[in-house]
Structure formats: structure tokens, C-alpha cells
């Protein structure tokens, strides 16, 4: 992010991912309650994100990293996680999704950054992100049909969108994604 800029919790975010080739979704809820899953003791971090972990480009679990001192979080497969800001970008570039954009703007600006519909206020998406991190219902982890994005999309909206994964850019490609979704439903769900 640039400098200056502060984050606000309900805020979408998101971080680079191999160079940039892809990027991580995520929401930052401010304050959060984390456990140390070794002494069962409890601590409350400041900069903490709720976000969906999936597979890694070979199909496993993310790779095995040690256990963060600050929230303790430690990869243990797929799910969504609340993580320390540090755990979430890993040293890369930090973002901020941005919503209510000109059409003109979501054309050109890169998929995955930003779109132009409207979202929610910011205690709605806290709500919703804490509701599937307790509940861990949002599903199996999908590159394309159900991923990172979907889940930030789905807190900020009530619906899941994925603008990385379009086959193409701006508008032409949210047309051929969600064609392609709806003609491969009932084959992938």
C-alpha cells in the first residue's frame, strides 16, 4: 500500500503472489482473538485477516512454514484462517480492493483489484467473514470456481465474484467467466 494509507477492518486486501502472477484475498477485521494451539492461552493481535487458504500449484497443502509468535498461525492444509497482516502478505506488496469503480476504470485496471459493484458496510463484512471462519463452510477450495477472491468478494458483497480468474480482462472477460460458470456448474459442484 502506499504510504500513508491505513487500513480500516472490514477492508478488502490483497497481497502478490509468485511475482505477481496471481494474488491473495483477504479482509482485515483490525483487532482479532488468536490461540496459541500448544498452551490453549488466548492474546489479541491488532493487525489480524480473515482469508481462504487453498492448494498449492501441485495440488497439496500450502507449504509447511513454522509456527508465527505473533498469531500462531501455522499452514495446516485448506480453510479459512485468521492470520497476522505479516502472515497474510508475506513480505509482498499490500493492496486495497477497490469497489464502486467506473466501468471505463474495471476495464483497464488489472483483473483481481478491483470492481465495479457496490458492498457492504464494514461491520456486515466483519460479521460475514467471522461467520465462515467460525463455521468453516465456505466450501472446498477451487482455482478458479471457488478461491481466496470468491471469499472476500462474498464478505464484501454477499456474493462471490473472482475478476482474477476471468479469461480476459474488464468486462469481456467477466462475460466469458460467468458463461463458463454457469455451463460447468453441474459438472464441477
Known amino acids: ?27 482485515y477485521v483490525g483487532r482479532g482473538l488468536v490461540t496459541n494451539p500448544n498452551t490453549g492461552k488466548t492474546r489479541t493481535i491488532t493487525n489480524a485477516v480473515i482469508h481462504f487458504l487453498g492448494l498449492d500449484t ?7 512454514k ?15 484462517v485468521l492470520t497476522c497482516l505479516d502472515c497474510f502478505h508475506e513480505g509482498n506488496g499490500l493492496y486495497r480492493y477497490e469497489y464502486g469503480v467506473s466501468l471505463l476504470s ?8 478491483c470492481t465495479p ?23 472446498d477450495y477451487n482455482f478458479v470456481f471457488n478461491n481466496c477472491e470468491h471469499f472476500a ?11 482474477q480468474a476471468l479469461l480476459g480482462t474488464g468486462l469481456p472477460g467477466a462475460l466469458v467467466y460467468n458463461v463458463t460458470r454457469r455451463l460447468t456448474k453441474d459438472i464441477l459442484w
Open 1 to 27: 500500500m502506499a504510504t500513508g494509507q491505513l487500513l480500516n477492518p472490514g477492508d478488502h486486501i490483497y497481497t502478490e503472489c509468485l511475482g505477481g502472477s496471481y494474488y491473495h484475498h483477504g479482509i
Open 58 to 64: 501441485e495440488g497439496k497443502a500450502k507449504k509447511t
Open 66 to 80: 513454522p509456527q508465527c509468535q505473533t498469531c500462531f498461525f501455522k499452514p495446516k492444509g485448506q480453510g479459512v
Open 106 to 113: 474495471f476495464t483497464f485496471k488489472t483483473s483481481g483489484s
Open 117 to 139: 459493484r457496490s458492498c457492504s458496510d464494514p461491520n456486515t463484512v466483519i460479521k460475514r467473514a467471522y461467520d465462515y471462519l467460525r463455521n468453516q463452510d465456505f466450501g
Open 153 to 163: 468478494t462474498k464478505c464484501k458483497m454477499g456474493k462471490a465474484r473472482c475478476n
